[in-house]
Each structure stands twice: as structure tokens, then as C-alpha cells.
């Protein structure tokens, strides 16, 4: 009976907030963590009222989305006792416009208590409205949850265009893309540097095959990294920002190597003649797990970020591949072909609790973990073309990010000072 | 579609007629430079047999067989390249087993009268590139198409053909042909791709 209200507040809340997402395609459990429940009422203001409107309204689906909170009676909001008895925080924010930019006064007061819980003012402008959003969001949830949130962070794509695949940047909830590359030639597999400041990615845009590039967001240049005889993939950034893991193809035989940040001192981790390919690191550095076939079909394995102590991890179906490591360090996402194409699993690093999270309707690949762990974003062609999805890592909050098609192969940002 | 076929292996018989020719007397390799007619001056088989490797072509081409006779002059009149380009188009594709690099029978049959091919131009570079179909991961594929390209080089490294000349390229699953999902698209997918590459 309580599952069963919860879900229809949630199918409320999709209705109401989601772009028409409403199916939830959960396969595992929910962690039963309780969720915060705040209300949000409307924010005064002294002049723009839609601005006051279009402030709470991405505010809300940030702190929805963030996997810690559940807004409750987010629109349009009726002040009633009943509601808020139902909440543990009550948020209020006010407008006051100035010429030019504006303030705004967030307060978060406890409800059962009536004691404040937070106060703090903000400067900003009706073009920056999103940044200020984002920003607010992030600190609500930090306060309440001990963690901040994600919604100033940021997804960078692969997108069809003509002439080739182009890389592509958005906001985590899908808004505001921009377009990063613009060679007309097929880039793929990006990675973020530690400190958001660039971009590594796999382009044929140099001639002969893959190598590695580098992106600079500042500079908005691209540089080649790493001028080595052979092919390059799958390039991945240490979380310390020291190293690069990446894969070497030589005569035919691809192998994982790490290098320094700056691509000097090439290592090579593995050395076998089959395919090691997707190195992906642990949050404290340590290791490395990627995908081998040497045990006759893909799998996962795990081996020190030095090569060498190299363990299985998967042991079920027949190709399992594109592993990423959780930042929280305790799980690993990655895919496993099924009868209706990769489906998105997590298994520990013990090996054990291996599950599904995907409907095995259609097919979901690459999934890149945001920063703090609780939430995946991936490709799937469910509903027809390939686009951008983010959930919850309980499979839980399913959302659609693209509506372009061709679009593929994303990945999260670290954590971001809001920009732009 | 089956006309440009017919064209092709009447372009080849020429080609091979004209390489064979290399073992016979000067006057047949004259009328052949100077045969402006349609048909080619020489029969089909006779040209094979002198050649130490298999026939290039499947089919008994009638010698009859006619040519356009502004492209003929063109065929003799142009570099070596579009010879080339047009030798390798000619013949089957070269697919692949899912998740397999290994050459196939019908793949190895393909391979060996290209390679014949182009041990006749030793000066040609050759592009090889490998592809793959949707059912594995972006990285993966990648991989797996490097291996289907060594495959095809290694073969014809095997067969004689200057290792130099031969550069490999995967695009694992990036530039399907057939954008269908199912086998017959995948089974397209996965292969091989010859480009001769235009002289420097």
C-alpha cells in the first residue's frame, strides 16, 4: 500500500516535471535511503513574477532530480497546513530586481522547528537565470545532504552531423547545447580532465586513424596529444589529473598504456594478444578496470593502476564491456549484450550484487557515472534514434536528454564552478 | 549496376591481357596498346594460363564482350590508378564472423586475386580498413576492427606484397553500409574495405 502511494506520487511528479518520461525502468531495489522531503513556496518578488516562476520551476526539478530530495506540490503551490506537515524543510526564496540584475534571498527553514536553517543571497542576471538555478539548487542539496548536488554540472556527447561525429556539450538536464568540435571527421570516446578544464578525446581529424586530442574550454582549441606511431583510443584521465590511461593498437593488437598527464613517459599495463581495450580508473587512483577478451569473450577485469595483479570480475552472459568505475569506488556500471542488445549493469568491485538495471527492450551503451555517484548517463535507441538518457543508479528518474538523434557515447563532467 | 560490371571485367580482361602480354612478343603487346576496337585483342583463358596464380576474374568473359570506345582510351590512356581502383571494386567484399577476425574461406579466395592484382602494380599503396557491426561497444569495435584490417594485410604480407605499401585503418562501427538491425545488414557490416590510395 505505501509502494504503491509512493509510486503515484512519483507518476505525479514525472507527469508534472519529466518531458513525458513517465516509466520508470527499474530492475533492482531501491536503496531505501528516505528521502528529504522540502516544499518550495512560491518566490516573492517585486517586479519580473515569470522570472520568480521560471527560477522555482528549474530549482525544482534540480532538487527532484538530485536523488536526495522529493519536492512535494511542486506547481502550482497551495499553502496549506496539511503540505506542510508533510515536509522536513520548507524553501522560500525573493526577488527583488534592479535595474540590471537582480537578488535573490533563499531561506530554509526547518519545519517542524521553525528554525532557520539557512539564509544567503545571490546576485545575478535574467540571462544567467540557469546558472543562479543551478547554483542555488547545488547548495540547497549540499546543506540538506551533505553532498552537492549536480545540476551545475555538464555532459559532453557525440552527435551525428554531416561529414562525421562531432563532439557536443550540455547542461546535465539536457539544456543549452553547443557545439565543440567542428571537423567533419568522426570524434569519439571524450574524457574529462579532473579539473573540467579539458577534454580528451579519439579523432581521425589528423589523418590515419585514431589518435589522441586534447580540447581546451577556454581556449576552445584542439591540440594533438601524444605523437606516437600506432592508433589511439579510449582515453581516460586519472581522477589526480597525473596520468592517462588510454588504449595502443600495434600490428593489429590493442593494449592498455598510461602515460603522464602531459603524454610523456608511455607505459605499457597490458600485454596479451587479444583485445584489452575501456581502462577506466578507481577514485583513489589505485587501479585500473578495463575490458579483455582473453578469456575467450569480453569481460571485466580489474589490475593495479601499474598493470599487473589482474582479477576477473564478470563470470555471467557472453560480452560484457565499457566498464566505469563509481566515484563513490564501490561499484562498477558497465554493459552486457542480451537478446535485446547491451543492457546497463552494476556489479561491486568484490564481484558480487551484479545487477540489471535496463528492460532488455533495446539497447544501452556507454555510461559514464556523474560526480557523486548517484546518478549514469548513456545512449539508447529505446525510442527509436539514439539519444541521451540520464536515471538514478537505481534505475529510478529516467530521463531524456536529447531529441536530435545520432546522438551517443556521453560523459559526465567533474564537479564545475558554474560557468557560462 | 550490371552493365558498369561487364565494363569492369572487360577493363580487367584488357589489363590482365596487357600484363600477361609482358610474357609474349613484342607485336601482341603493340596491338594491344594500338587496339582501339571494342573487343579486347586477346581470348580470356590464353592470358591466364601463363599467369602463376588463379584467373582474377570468376566468369568466362566473352572476348567479344563490348567496350565503349572512348573509355577504353581512357583505361589505357590514364595513370595506373583508376586500373587499380577499378580491379579492386570488382570483386567480393570481404566479411567477417561476428566477433572474428579470421578469414574466412570465401574471404582468403577474394584476397588471393586481389593480391595478384596488386603484386602486378608493386608501386600501388593500399589503404585496408576494418569494420565491424553494431553489436559491440564503441572501444571494443575499434579494436576489433584493427584486427580485420593485420588480418587482410598479413595475408598479403604473406603473399609477397611489400608491407610498406600497406596501411591498416578500423572504424569499428562507425560507418556501417547497411543501417538495418538485423543479420543481413550486420553481416554487410562486418568487413574488410580496400582503398587504393591516389599517388603522391
New interface residues.
Given amino acids: 500500500m505505501k509502494i504503491a502511494g509512493v509510486m503515484i506520487c512519483l507518476t505525479y511528479f514525472f507527469t508534472v516535471i519529466g518531458r513525458g518520461q513517465t516509466d520508470v525502468f527499474l530492475k533492482i531495489q531501491s536503496s531505501e535511503t528516505r528521502k528529504i522531503n522540502v516544499a518550495v513556496s512560491d518566490f516573492s518578488t517585486n517586479q519580473n513574477s515569470q522570472l520568480a516562476i521560471d527560477l522555482r520551476r528549474i530549482i525544482v526539478d534540480n532538487l527532484n532530480y538530485s536523488g536526495y530530495l522529493k519536492v512535494f506540490n511542486p506547481s502550482p503551490f497551495a499553502e496549506s497546513d496539511t503540505l506542510i506537515q508533510n515536509a522536513d524543510v520548507l524553501i522560500s526564496g525573493d526577488i527583488t530586481s534592479k535595474s540590471s540584475y537582480f537578488n535573490f534571498e533563499l531561506g530554509l527553514t526547518e519545519v517542524a522547528t521553525g528554525r532557520k536553517l539557512m539564509t544567503k543571497s545571490f546576485r545575478s542576471y535574467p540571462f544567467a537565470l540557469r546558472v543562479l538555478a543551478h547554483t542555488v539548487s547545488d547548495e540547497i542539496v549540499y546543506r540538506l545532504a551533505g553532498d552537492y548536488g549536480i545540476a551545475c554540472t555538464k555532459i559532453v556527447f557525440v552527435t551525428e552531423q554531416k561529414g562525421g561525429k562531432e563532439l557536443a556539450l550540455m547542461d546535465y538536464d539536457g539544456q543549452r547545447i553547443t557545439m565543440l568540435t567542428h571537423n567533419r571527421s568522426i570524434n569519439l570516446l571524450p574524457s574529462w580532465s579532473g579539473n573540467g578544464k579539458s577534454l580528451l578525446f579519439a579523432t581521425y581529424a589528423f589523418g590515419n586513424g585514431p589518435v589522441l586530442a586534447n580540447y581546451d574550454f577556454k581556449d576552445r582549441e584542439i591540440t594533438r596529444f601524444v605523437s606516437q606511431v600506432g592508433t589511439f583510443t579510449s582515453p581516460e584521465y586519472s581522477p589526480d589529473g597525473k596520468k592517462v590511461a588510454f588504449v595502443l593498437t600495434r600490428e593489429g593488437n590493442s593494449d592498455i598504456y598510461v602515460a603522464d598527464h602531459d603524454g610523456q613517459n608511455l607505459r605499457r599495463l597490458t600485454n596479451h594478444p587479444v583485445i584489452d581495450t575501456g581502462p577506466s580508473w578507481s577514485p583513489n587512483n589505485h587501479e585500473i578496470v578495463f575490458s579483455s577478451k582473453r578469456s575467450g569473450s569480453p569481460q571485466i577485469y580489474i589490475m593495479d593502476a601499474e598493470g599487473g595483479n589482474v582479477r576477473r570480475l564478470t563470470y555471467e552472459n557472453k560480452y560484457n564491456s565499457s566498464p566505469k568505475w563509481s566515484p563513490r569506488g564501490d561499484q562498477i556500471a558497465f554493459v552486457t549484450l542480451q537478446s535485446g542488445g547491451f543492457q546497463l549493469c552494476l556489479i561491486d568491485i568484490t564481484g558480487e550484487n551484479l545487477a540489471c538495471l535496463t528492460d532488455n527492450k533495446a539497447s544501452y551503451e556507454s555510461p559514464s557515472w556523474s560526480p557523486d555517484g548517484n546518478h549514469l548517463v548513456f545512449t539508447s535507441n529505446r525510442n527509436g534514434r539514439w539519444e541521451i538518457y540520464s536515471c538514478l543508479r537505481d534505475g529510478s528518474l529516467l530521463r531524456q536528454l536529447t531529441y536530435s538523434g545520432g546522438n551517443t557515447g556521453p560523459t559526465w563532467s567533474p564537479r564545475l564552478k558554474p560557468f557560462n | 549496376m550490371k552493365k558498369i560490371n561487364l565494363f569492369l571485367i572487360a577493363v580487367l580482361s584488357i589489363g590482365l591481357a596487357f600484363n600477361a602480354c609482358s610474357k609474349k612478343t613484342a607485336a601482341v603487346q603493340t596491338d594491344n596498346r594500338e587496339t582501339i576496337t571494342p573487343s579486347p585483342a586477346q581470348p580470356l583463358p590464353q592470358p591466364a594460363s601463363t599467369r602463376p596464380v588463379k584467373p582474377a576474374v570468376k566468369q568466362p568473359v566473352p572476348a567479344s564482350e563490348p567496350v565503349q570506345a572512348d573509355k577504353t582510351d581512357k583505361e589505357q590512356g590514364i595513370t595506373i590508378t583508376t586500373a587499380i581502383e577499378d580491379k579492386i571494386l570488382q570483386f567480393d567484399a570481404i566479411n567477417f564472423d561476428y ?1 572474428s ?1 579470421e578469414l574466412r574461406p570465401d574471404a582468403i579466395a577474394t584476397l588471393e586475386k586481389i593480391a595478384g592484382v596488386l603484386k602486378e602494380n608493386p608501386t600501388a599503396t593500399i589503404t585496408i580498413e576494418g569494420h565491424c557491426d553494431e ?6 569495435n ?3 576492427g ?2 580485420r ?3 587482410v ?2 595475408y598479403f604480407v604473406e603473399y609477397g606484397l611489400n608491407p610498406d605499401n600497406l ?5 569499428g562501427k ?2 556501417p553500409i547497411d543501417p538495418h538491425h538485423n543479420e543481413a545488414a550486420w553481416s554487410k557490416n562486418r568487413r574488410a574495405v580496400l582503398n587504393h590510395n591516389e599517388t603522391e
Fill in positions: 566477433d577476425y553489436r559491440g561497444t564503441v572501444e571494443y575499434l579494436a576489433l584493427e584486427q584490417a593485420h588480418s594485410k598479413t596501411s591498416t585503418i578500423s572504424y562507425e560507418k
